[in-house]
C-alpha cells in the first residue's frame, strides 16, 4: 500500500465491502468523512486510523507515514514520511534475521548425532521458541535433546496482531 486510496481499497476488500459507504459504516465514520479522504479533502483521525489498524493488521505508525507522505507539501516532509514507511517494511526483515543469526551461533546438531541415541528416557530437554513476525506472530517450539543433540518440532501457536 502506498496511498490512501490503496489503503482503503484494503479495508474495503479485508471487510468484504463493496462501497465507500459501507465502509464507512463498517468503520463507524460518515460517508462524507470517506469521500473527503478520496478527494484528498482530509485525512483520517485517530480513530479512523485505529479502525484501520485493526481490519487491515497493519501497525497505525505506517498508516500514518503512507497518508503523511502523500500529503506532505515539501520534499524535506515527504522524504522523512517515505524513511518512516521504509523502517516498517525492513522491520521483519532484521527480526527474521536476528533469528537466523542466532541459530547458526547455536549450530544445528547433525545427523550422525542425532541417532547416537535410541532412548529419550534420561535425556535432558529444553525448549526452543522461534519467532516468525509479518503482520502475524507465528511461534513455533522446538523441544532439542540436549544429550542426543536432536529435536522434536512442535507447532505451538498462531496469534493475530490486535
Known amino acids: 500500500m502506498e496511498t490512501l486510496d490503496e489503503i482503503l481499497d484494503a479495508a474495503k476488500a479485508a471487510l468484504g465491502k463493496e462501497s465507500d459507504n459501507q465502509l464507512a459504516l463498517a468503520m463507524g465514520v460518515t ?25 487491515l ?4 505508525r505506517e498508516l500514518l507515514a ?8 515539501t520534499e524535506e516532509r515527504r ?7 521504509r523502517s516498517f517494511s525492513t522491520k521483519g526483515v532484521s527480526s527474521v534475521l536476528a533469528v537466523a543469526t542466532a541459530l547458526a551461533l547455536l549450530g544445528t546438531p547433525s ?16 525448549s526452543v521458541y522461534y519467532v516468525k513476525l509479518d503482520n502475524r506472530i507465528t511461534v513455533t517450539e522446538d523441544h532439542y535433546c540436549m544429550n542426543c543433540r536432536s529435536s522434536l518440532p512442535k507447532e505451538l501457536a498462531y496469534l493475530e496482531w490486535l
Open 66 to 73: 503512507i497518508i503523511e507522505a502523500e500529503r506532505a507539501k
Open 79 to 85: 522524504g522523512y514520511w517515505e524513511d518512516v514507511k
Open 111 to 126: 545427523r550422525s548425532d542425532a541417532g547416537t541415541t535410541n532412548s529419550y528416557r534420561n535425556a535432558n530437554f529444553v
Open 31 to 55: 460517508r462524507g468523512a470517506v469521500s473527503s479522504w478520496r478527494i484528498k479533502r482530509t485525512a483520517p483521525d485517530a480513530y479512523a486510523l485505529m479502525e484501520l489498524q485493526k481490519i
Open 57 to 60: 493488521k497493519v501497525d497505525a
